[in-house]
């Protein structure tokens, strides 16, 4: 019984790899795009620039509307005038801006 539950966990992991990555989006994820807020201000506090992050943030993400999120979170990191914000308050703003759009936003059924 062992043998055949290892050969089957074997068989699994060796499969994953194989099969085609399914792309996920962010932009409707609020936590989601708290965390990319988050590290958006990490970059910044470390002395990234902000054409740097445009370009990782593209190398990343594909879809046009996860790029119009991030590339607005990454637009309001990098306008703040001096040491700007901590990885914690960018990710908590950008959480509650994308939640209060989305409690504000019509349904698709209106």
């Not at 994953?16 to 970059?43: H, Y």
């Not at 910044?44 to 943030?57: C, I, P, S, V």
């Not at 190398?59 to 306008?79: G, V």
Request: proline share 5%; hydrophobic share 40%.
């Amino acid at each position: 019984m062992k043998r055949v539950v290892v050969s089957a966990a074997l068989a699994v992991c060796l499969a994953q790899p194989a099969m085609e990555a399914m792309a996920q989006t962010v932009s409707d994820q609020c936590f989601a795009l708290g965390d990319i807020a988050g590290q958006v201000a990490s970059w910044r506090t470390h002395k990234k620039t902000k054409a740097q992050a445009l370009d990782q943030a593209a190398k990343y993400y594909k879809d046009n509307a996860d790029r119009q999120a991030i590339n607005a979170i990454i637009d309001r990191i990098y306008s703040q005038q001096g040491p700007g914000m901590t990885p914690d308050q960018a990710s908590m703003i950008a959480t509650a801006d994308c939640a209060n759009h989305q409690n504000t936003a019509p349904s698709p059924a209106q």
